[in-house]
């Protein structure tokens, strides 16, 4: 199976500072020839949002200092300019074609 | 925008059968193109994909090996829904359980419609 490492397990940023979230598979994670990893944030008491797929494509209505990049089996969320309602628990995850879905365990986000 | 809303005990006794349903609006779950799905979620095994249910001509369903054996997911194209049925629980299915919807490849299969979730203990 497929593991998806993420790192850190949790980190404190200040507002309007850079977020950076890791993510690590224990093997390619190519899909028809694209990366394909999403990231999804979760607040407390709510489902998880996808903002990312394919590894770069941002959602509709997901603000543009949400980024993703990444090749291969190391991806990576950016948030560009941290704001207060950016807190929570971010996942990346991984579809392969088994068919199975894996999560990453989550990387929390709080503010220095 | 199509929405999920779930239905279902918070309580279940061990060895008894989870029962949970999700009810889609603003799609169907006869589409050609997406999947139905059930994920659970708890400390101690994180975001965890149990199983789908999706129609292509015929209906087909996949499942995860960590269940296979004690699920069933089964529409129902008069109500639109879609429901979860996990056997022989124990304590360890405890965990918030959600509905997802798999649009298809536009997302690379990611799921981007998710019912609220509901919260199963697994107790007597």
């Known amino acids: 199976d497929i593991v998806m490492t993420q790192s850190p397990d949790s980190l404190a940023v200040s507002l309007g500072e850079r977020a950076t979230i890791n993510c690590k598979s224990s093997?390619?994670?190519?899909?028809?020839?694209?990366?394909?990893i999403a990231w999804y944030q979760q607040k407390p008491r709510q489902p998880p949002k996808l903002l990312i797929s394919?590894?770069?494509t941002r959602e509709s209505g997901v603000p543009d200092r949400f980024s993703g990049s990444g090749s291969g089996t190391d991806f990576t969320l950016t948030i560009s300019s941290l704001q207060a309602d950016d807190v929570a628990v971010y996942y990346c995850?991984?579809?392969?074609?088994?068919?199975?879905?894996?999560f990453g365990q989550g990387t929390k986000v709080e503010i220095k | 925008q199509p929405q999920l809303q779930q239905s279902g005990p918070g309580l279940v006794k061990p060895s008894q059968t989870l029962s949970l349903t999700c009810a889609i609006s603003g799609d169907s779950v006869s589409s050609a193109i997406a999947s139905w799905n059930w994920i659970r979620q708890s400390p101690s095994r994180g975001l965890e994909w149990l199983g789908r249910?999706?129609?292509?001509?015929?209906?087909?369903?996949d499942y995860a090996l960590s269940v296979r054996g004690r699920i069933t997911i089964n529409p129902d194209t008069s109500k639109n829904e879609f429901s979860l049925h996990l056997s022989s629980v124990t304590p360890e299915d405890t965990a918030v359980y959600y509905c997802?919807?798999?649009?298809?490849?536009?997302?690379?299969?990611?799921?981007?419609?998710w019912g609220q979730g509901t919260m199963v203990t697994v107790s007597s």
């Open positions: 249910t999706y129609y292509r001509s015929m209906w087909h369903n």
């Open positions: 997802g919807r798999d649009p298809g490849t536009t997302t690379g299969h990611a799921f981007d419609i």
């Open positions: 093997q390619s994670v190519l899909y028809n020839s694209r990366n394909n």
């Open positions: 995850q991984y579809f392969y074609s088994s068919p199975s879905w894996t």
């Open positions: 394919w590894a770069v």
